[in-house]
């Protein structure tokens, strides 16, 4: 364990996807608004320093890294990105945020945390 702060991996398109909110129209756009929300609220009721990097992938990509956001764009599947992002973090502490089982599954095997989306975007 480092002393290093969390280090929160958000899954972008399953956590826009998480809300049927005419996000599809306009995925960049969603995937902005979800990280300006980010940028505002942090990690609710986690007390302590977070890094908030957030994973775009697909129509997504282009979405710019801001000071409190850092945005990872995946070349191809995003879930592969997380995965490699968590490896990347060692024995950093690692939270992921989505819904995806199989993500869940890689990223735990790989020491991370998992939480779901709610977990950033409060009840809808």
Do not use: C, F, Y
């Amino acid at each position: 364990m480092t002393d290093q702060p969390l280090l929160v991996i958000i899954d972008a398109a399953n956590v826009v996807g998480s809300v049927p909110d005419g996000w599809w129209r306009d995925r960049r756009g969603a995937a902005e608004r979800l990280r300006d929300r980010l940028v505002r609220d942090g990690l609710p009721g986690h007390e302590g320093p977070v890094e908030l990097v957030l994973v775009v992938e697909g129509a997504a990509k282009g979405v710019e890294s801001v000071p409190g956001v850092r945005v990872v764009e995946a070349p191809g599947s995003g879930d592969d990105r997380i995965v490699e992002v968590v490896t990347e973090a060692g024995d950093r502490p690692v939270l992921v945020i989505t819904a995806d089982r199989e993500l869940r599954r890689r990223v735990t095997e790989s020491g991370a945390e998992v939480a779901g989306p709610r977990t950033v975007r409060g009840p809808s």
